[in-house]
């Protein structure tokens, strides 16, 4: 249950995690490294870092390449469903599938073609959650039909972390949805907002990382 916002709500909410060298990151995936590899000094007037990092991670934007063979990468995905109105639900402790009884107090005929469901009161940005929630895939066929084009959540898979069959992933392959994770919802109440995650155009990657942010509607 969220707490009482007092005082001016702001107008931007930034729902990324910090990416740094202890950012969690999905069993197997390359965590994110950082090295010099130009420093301010004598002969050198400016520092140049170089990363290493699975795209996944942080809040991120997979691309149909991550889980369908042959599938668009993220610089050949179309940004329309990353930019535009969302709708933020709470599910806060349901799991651990999130069914369509706990959206559904949230749905009506006003819903945007973007949501993002809130599963933890409080987002681990400091370490793996074996025991994440994910989507339910009929919950995900749901809102396909609804008009939903993109769907999101607070941990690192809209499919439980042990799947090895990726249900929720193969509905949103079916319907040609796309998806957001390890977005930190936290100081987000329910409603509408104006969406803006755009990936990055890596032309043959999986997946891209985002900085997701959430604007008031005006």
């Not at 390359?30 to 002969?43: C, E, F, L, N």
């Not at 929630?133 to 995900?140: D, F, I, L, R």
């Not at 929720?168 to 109440?189: F, G």
Request: charged share 20%.
């Amino acid at each position: 249950m969220s707490l009482p916002f007092s005082g001016p709500k702001p107008l931007l909410w930034d729902i990324s995690p910090p990416v740094h060298a202890a950012t969690p990151v999905f069993p197997g995936d390359t965590p994110y490294q950082q090295k010099w590899a130009a420093s301010i000094g004598p002969g050198c007037p400016v520092n140049v870092s170089e990363i290493t990092l699975s795209p996944h991670v942080g809040a991120h934007a997979d691309a149909p390449l991550h889980y369908s063979e042959g599938g668009a990468s993220i610089g050949d995905t179309d940004l329309a469903p990353f930019l535009g109105p969302c709708r933020v639900i709470h599910a806060i402790g349901c799991g651990p599938l999130i069914e369509w009884a706990h959206i559904a107090h949230a749905i009506d005929d006003t819903l945007p073609a973007r949501v993002l469901v809130r599963t933890y009161a409080r987002m681990p940005v400091d370490r793996w959650d074996p025991q994440l929630a994910a989507y339910a895939p009929a919950t995900v066929q749901a809102l396909a039909e609804r008009g939903v084009r993109l769907i999101g959540i607070d941990t690192a898979s809209i499919d439980p972390a042990d799947s090895k069959q990726l249900p929720s992933h193969m509905t949103i392959r079916r319907h040609d949805m796309r998806v957001l994770e390890n977005l930190v919802l936290d100081a987000v109440d329910e409603g509408d907002y104006e969406l803006i995650a755009l990936p990055l155009k890596l032309v043959t990657a999986d997946a891209s990382p985002v900085r997701a942010v959430l604007r008031a509607l005006r």
